[in-house]
């Protein structure tokens, strides 16, 4: 559960640092390198403090990261404990003001980095930020800002109508295609690439909900958070790029699969909070017309490679 690991109390930690990056690799010898030299060690004139929690990586992740960077606390997992476990543990050990979950394929900049912290910090109604997260080719990554999709909203998309229709409110609420990139407004979640918090605002929250292996958990916390009365906001002003790779078909496929399981995953918990047999089959059934209509539309535009949902 998402309670199981206390944080420690900002109001013990005098000499704190002003943020802490928690990143969790799997896997990520390719990207890790640039994440952590787009660090700033340094900003507002406090520190920064980088903790990396390896889930095991078959690949040189940890000797990159032990070599390389010194100065970072290198976690080794010991096994795949997935996103939220491996999130929760580094956040057990970080001291900072502010918590920033931070992916290993993304390369950061100060400008965004100082935005959110002083908006943050002058806005105490924000409880998660994200600035706008921009792929390698240029373009926007959708799933920076998005609803909590309604089952119209996964109809559109599944349809390929959001698609077709992207500045159509009522055809483009999953991604929220209709609003400007470049505006800054609040959101029903953002991307676990990239979520910054404070201290405080986790500890009322709470850490995210281990029974989300790798999906899912994002939106989790977010709906908490907005549950908790507080804001979760997307800043197009600023953005940091996420080099959200490329999957093989097969690759694709195994991941899709992932997407929507965790997806169902976060319904089932917020939207059956009394087990229904009945409500789950309605999900079961849903998910998986959607996950179909997904895989059959990607196969007729001939995607070879596709990105991850």
Known sequence: MSDTIPLISADCLPDAPILSVIIVTYRSAKDIVACLHSLPRQLLGRGIEVIVVDNASPDETESLVREGFPWVRLISAGGNLGFSRANNRGTAEAVGEHILFLNPDTIVNEAALLAGLERVRAEPGIGIYSPKLVLADGSMDLACRRSIPTVWDGFTRASGLARCFPHVRSLAGYNLTYLPEDGTYDVGAVNGAFMLISRRHLARIGLFDERFFMYGDDLDLCLRCTRAGLRVVYDGRYAIIHLKGQSSAKEYK????????????????????????????????????????????????????????
């Open 254 to 309: 195994a991941m899709s699969h992932e997407v929507f399981r965790g997806t169902k995953q976060f319904y089932l918990k917020h939207f059956n909070p009394d087990r229904s047999r009945w409500r789950k089959w309605q999900f079961d059934a849903l998910f998986g017309c959607w996950e179909m209509a997904t895989r059959v539309l990607s196969q007729l535009r001939g995607h070879k490679l596709a990105r991850p949902l």
